[in-house]
């Protein structure tokens, strides 16, 4: 199997900073696609606030609209490992976020993999 954990959430002031990580691990790995950050809050659907692809010119990186400017994914030191920096946050960015891995494993049809998320909460 797959895994993808999520950590260094937490609370946080408006205006505040965060930088919580994801990294995906297992066996037989061959190529990464891309890595995806998902936030779904309480009542709201998941959306997609940052992607990463590697791709065969170099990195790609887009945001949703809602975070654009404040929010800014990049590759960590470790192997298939991403960080989110949440600069400027607003209560409004309060959600769990959820890393979601897309991937080539050797033999398995599955090339995507969700982590279980981290709590991001934005209060005074």
């Known amino acids: 199997q797959v895994q993808v954990v999520e950590s260094g959430g937490g609370l946080v002031e408006p205006g505040g900073s965060l930088r919580p990580s994801c990294a995906a691990s297992?066996?037989?790995?061959?190529?990464?696609?891309?890595m995806e950050w998902h936030r779904q809050a309480p009542g709201k659907e998941r959306e997609l606030v940052a992607v990463l692809r590697d791709t065969s010119r170099g990195d790609e990186t887009d945001y949703a609209d809602s975070v654009k400017g404040r929010f800014t994914i990049s590759r960590d030191n470790a192997e298939y490992a991403v960080y989110l920096q949440m600069n400027s946050l607003k209560p409004e960015d309060t959600a769990v976020y959820y890393c979601?891995?897309?991937?080539?494993?050797?033999?398995?049809?599955?090339?995507?993999?969700w982590g279980q998320g981290t709590q991001v909460t934005v209060s005074s």
């Open positions: 979601k891995a897309n991937l080539k494993r050797f033999g398995d049809p599955r090339n995507e993999w």
């Open positions: 297992g066996d037989m790995i061959t190529r990464m696609y891309s």
